[in-house]
Every structure is written in C-alpha cells, then in structure tokens.
Antibody, heavy 120, light 106 residues
C-alpha cells in the first residue's frame, strides 16, 4: 500500500524550531518529487515547499524562504521539513505529498498530516 | 504569483442534481490545473489533473474542463459522498497556488 506518514508536529513558542518528518512506503521514493503543503485551522491549502528526486532542486513559497528547509533521505525513504524562526501564522496541519509526475505537478498521495502550533 | 479564485464559496445541491464549480486564474496557466476534494477531518484527494484528466478511482460523474484562465469542475449527478470542500490548484508556475475552495453542501 502506498503510504505517507508524517510526524514531528508539536506546540512551540514563537521564534522556536521544529523538524517534521514524512516516512514513505509502498513506492519507489527516490523517483518522485516530494512536497509539503499546509492548512491553517479552518482555512484552505497552501503549498510550502517541493524537492527534486535527488535533492538538487528545491522550491519554497516566499513566506517561508530563509526560515524553512526541505530535505530528503532516499536511503531511508524519508522527507523532512526544518522549521526555524516560527511565527504564529505558521500554525497549521502540515501534509507531505507525493508529486504526480515531474516538478510542480499536483499531489496524488497525501499523508494524514501533523499539527504545528506556534504559541506562547 | 498566480491567484486562483473559486466560485461560489458555497454550493447547496440536492442529490441527483448537477453541480458546477468554477475556478479562475489571474493569468494563463495553460491546462495546468488540478482539483481536489477534502471532507471534514480528512486528507485532500486528487480528483482531476491537466484540467480534465481523471485521477485513479475517480467516478465518471466528475469531469473537468477549461484552459487558459477559466476552469470548471462538474459533478453530473450529485451523490452523498460528494459533499466536502473542493479546491483548484495551478501548477503552471512557482509558487504553486490553490484557490480558496468551494464548499458543496448536500
């Protein structure tokens, strides 16, 4: 079964850091672009970041550039998102998503999400 | 960035009726539009990509149409499992952007 399982979400103070993980199974992880998408409570979807199969290309939404870093470990079938300098507006459920085909494509597989709450 | 605008915000439809959801892009995105359904407490599900191609397992009563800046998702005969929020997304240019969603109420 194709599956993505996120972890690492937590309550963190403004200015703090967090590392999210996404474990992939049931498909050849190293052959897919992967992404993170977030959803603030009661709000819509916002794409956050994407990474190429070999990690050589990364894309970010402007609001997280310089604060968040996407990475992957193909040997461990894992995707990561390092969140630094967190702000209240980063509070959201963070989903990892498998990209359908090439770069920038839609997301055909989603994880169940992990909740990040930024509050003092 | 490309802004995706969805209308209406809420659509109330009776079972068996036809539902048409609209999505407009602020600039041409060719046919690089996808549609997702999200039910309360659940993960989004890919329904349509490349404006009109059905994703795996999507029933034929759902269809997508459009190119350039105007796109529609049509549910030909609404079933109870079709309720939820529908989002369009463009993947023509970075940053990838979503519309604000249309809530379909049965």
């Amino acid at each position: 079964e194709v599956q993505l399982v996120e972890s690492g979400g937590d309550l963190v103070q403004p200015g703090g850091s967090l590392r999210l993980s996404c474990a992939a199974s049931g498909f050849t992880f190293s052959t897919y672009w992967m992404s993170w998408v977030r959803q603030a409570p009661g709000q819509g979807l916002e794409w956050v970041a994407s990474i190429k199969q070999d990690g050589s290309e990364k894309q970010y939404v402007d609001s997280v550039k310089g604060r968040f870093t996407i990475s992957r470990d193909n040997a461990k079938n894992s995707l990561f998102l390092q969140l630094n300098s967190l702000r209240a507006e980063d509070t959201a459920v963070y989903y990892c998503g498998r990209v359908l085909r090439g770069d920038g494509d839609p997301f055909d597989i989603w994880g169940q999400g992990t909740m990040v709450t930024v509050s003092s | 960035e490309i802004v995706m605008t969805q209308s209406p915000a809420t659509l109330s439809v009776s079972p068996g009726e036809r539902a048409t959801l609209s999505c407009r892009a602020s600039q041409s995105v060719s046919r690089h539009v996808a549609w997702y359904q999200q039910k309360p407490g659940q993960t989004p599900r890919l329904l349509i990509y490349d404006a009109s191609t059905g994703a795996t397992g999507v029933p034929a009563r759902l269809s997508g149409y459009g190119s350039g800046t105007e796109f529609t998702l049509t549910i030909s005969s609404l079933q109870s499992e079709d309720f939820g929020v529908y989002y369009c997304q463009q993947y023509h240019k970075w940053p990838l952007t979503f519309g604000g969603g249309t809530k379909v109420e049965i």
